[in-house]
C-alpha cells in the first residue's frame, strides 16, 4: 500500500488577510485525510508544523512585512518537507498562504536531488510569486515563493535552497494577474506559462501534456502547488487574493484527473484556503474533491460502450 503523510502549514505572515491560520484545519474537517483512506492510501497526519526561532533580521526595503517569520517558517517547513518525502511515498501540505512553498518546494527538491531526479514543479495559481524582498511593493511575502525556491537573488536572511528548482522544470497554468517586474521576471529565467488566455485558446489538454511530457522524459519529480486564487471565485471564495476569470470547476478537475493519469505527481500544496472567508464550507470541499481527483476518485465516470 502507498503511504502518505499530511502536514499542515498553519502560516499566515505572507499575507496581510488573516483567516489562513485555519486552513489546514478546514482541509482536515473536510475529511481530506478519509477520502484518501478510501481511495486506497495509508494515510498518518503528522500534525502541524511550527515555525523555528526567528531571527533578527531587517531589510532596505520598507514595504517588506513578516520577514522574521517568513524565514522562520520556510527554515521549518523545508525541514520537515525534506523528511515527509524521504519517509512516504506522497507528502501532502496544508495551508495557510502561499508563502509556505518557498519550504515544500524546497524540500521535497532536496529530495530529488539526493534521488538524482530533476525536480518539476506545476504551479496553479492566479499570480506567478516570482518577487524578491527588494521588488514587492505589497511587503506580503506569499508573492516571493517561486523566486527563492529556483534560487533567485534578493532574499538576504533566507537559508539558501540545498537544491534550486531549474526554471526551465516549472509550468504556471492559470495565471491572470502579473505586475511588470514580475513579466519581466518570467521571461528573463524561462518559466513555461499557460495564462488564462492560453487556457481558453488552446484548452488544458495540450498545454498540461506537453509539459507532462517533458516532466516523464526527463525521469521527473512532479509537486503540484494548487493556490484557491487559480480557481474563479464564483466557485471558491476562500481566498483573500481573488481574481476574476479563473479555471471552472470542470477545469480544474480536468487537470487532477490528467495529473493521476500520469502517474508523475509525487508531492502537493493546497494553499491560500481561507476558512474565514468561505461560504458554508464550499472552498474547502472543492479543493478537498480537487485532490481526490489527483488521488483517483472521478467526478464523471466513464461508461464503456456497448455495440
Not at 517561486?146 to 534560487?151: L, P
Not at 491572470?176 to 488552446?202: C, L, N, P, W, Y
Not at 481561507?274 to 483517483?296: C, E, H, I, Q, Y
Request: some cysteine; overall charge negative.
Amino acid at each position: 500500500m502507498k503511504t502518505c503523510q499530511i502536514l499542515g502549514v498553519p502560516i499566515q505572515s505572507g499575507t496581510s488577510e488573516r483567516g489562513c491560520i485555519m486552513g489546514p484545519t478546514a482541509f482536515r474537517i473536510a475529511g481530506l485525510p478519509e477520502i484518501l483512506q478510501e481511495l486506497g492510501w495509508q494515510v498518518e497526519d503528522v500534525g502541524d508544523a511550527v515555525p523555528a526561532a526567528m531571527p533578527d533580521v531587517s531589510h532596505s526595503n520598507p514595504a517588506v512585512r513578516n520577514l522574521d517569520a517568513i524565514i522562520a517558517w520556510t527554515k521549518s517547513v523545508g525541514e520537515r518537507a525534506y523528511e515527509m518525502a524521504k519517509a512516504c511515498d506522497f507528502p501532502i501540505f496544508l495551508g495557510g498562504d502561499h508563502s509556505m512553498s518557498a519550504g515544500t518546494v524546497s524540500g521535497v527538491a532536496r529530495h530529488a536531488q539526493d534521488l538524482e531526479q530533476p525536480q518539476f514543479v506545476l504551479w496553479l495559481d492566479a499570480h506567478t510569486d516570482l518577487h524578491t524582498l527588494h521588488t514587492t511593493t505589497s511587503g506580503n511575502l506569499h508573492g516571493t515563493p517561486v523566486a527563492y525556491f529556483t534560487g533567485q537573488s534578493g532574499f538576504e536572511g533566507f537559508p539558501p535552497p540545498a537544491a534550486p528548482v531549474d526554471p526551465h522544470n516549472m509550468c504556471m497554468m492559470g495565471i491572470r494577474s502579473v505586475d511588470q517586474a514580475e513579466k519581466r521576471h518570467v521571461a528573463e529565467i524561462g518559466i513555461t506559462v499557460f495564462d488564462m488566455r492560453a487556457i481558453d485558446e488552446q484548452g488544458i489538454v495540450g498545454p498540461l501534456n506537453s509539459f507532462l511530457d517533458r516532466v516523464r522524459a526527463a525521469n521527473g519529480r512532479l509537486h503540484v502547488s494548487l493556490d484557491v486564487d487559480f480557481l474563479d471565485p464564483d466557485i471558491a471564495p476562500a481566498v483573500g487574493t481573488t481574481v476574476n476569470g479563473g479555471a471552472t470547476f470542470r477545469e480544474a478537475h480536468l487537470i487532477m484527473e490528467m495529473l493521476h493519469d500520469s502517474g508523475l505527481v509525487t508531492s502537493l500544496d493546497l494553499a491560500e484556503l481561507n476558512p474565514f472567508l468561505d461560504v458554508r464550507a464550499k472552498t474547502a470541499l472543492l479543493m478537498t474533491d480537487l485532490a481526490a481527483s489527483l488521488f483517483g476518485r472521478r467526478v464523471l465516470e466513464r461508461k464503456t460502450r456497448t455495440y
